[in-house]
């Protein structure tokens, strides 16, 4: 029987956003979004868990290799995030709502077809350390 190995690659990114919409003063943008709408930007340190699942391949023993694992991940998120503004400098962000829900979608569909066909499971970030975001394509 084949067995199903989940691997999880951790990277960590530091970046700014502002949640608003520009319809609404400053007053209302903070009702909504609080602390996240403050108008000379804020940010997080961001936690993105990338999962990877599939089968062990008999030759080397690997779901995937994890070096083009982190590869991936570097060459395609974090380079573009990392010390970032979301809003402004980030291709695959830029023009959405910077919400944790839509940045962990966005970088899900960066990464599916970056990596092996039907590998990518889950993609997680974490915006504290009390609240995370999981994203699994659906
Ligand atoms: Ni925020």
């Known amino acids: 029987m084949e ?3 989940y691997l999880t690659r951790r990277e960590t990114f530091a970046a700014a956003h502002r949640l608003f919409k520009p319809e609404l003063s400053d007053k209302e ?6 602390k996240c709408s403050n108008p ?4 997080h340190n961001y936690i993105l868990e990338v999962v990877v699942a599939g ?4 030759d080397t023993g690997f779901v995937i290799d994890v070096k083009d694992l982190k ?8 380079s573009k995030v990392d010390h970032k503004n979301l809003n402004l400098d980030t291709d695959f962000i830029k023009g959405i ?3 944790s829900e839509n940045i962990v ?6 990464l599916v077809d970056k990596l092996p066909d039907g590998k990518l499971y889950s993609v997680k970030l974490y915006e504290t350390e009390n ?3 999981e994203y699994k394509g659906e």
């Open 97 to 99: 709502m910077p919400t």
């Open 40 to 43: 000379n930007w804020h940010g």
């Open 131 to 133: 609240n995370y975001f």
């Open 3 to 5: 067995k199903k190995v």
């Open 29 to 34: 943008n903070f009702e909504l979004f609080g």
């Open 55 to 58: 089968n062990v391949i008999a």
């Open 71 to 78: 590869e991936i991940i570097h060459k395609y998120i974090i």
């Open 105 to 110: 979608i966005a970088i899900w569909k960066e």
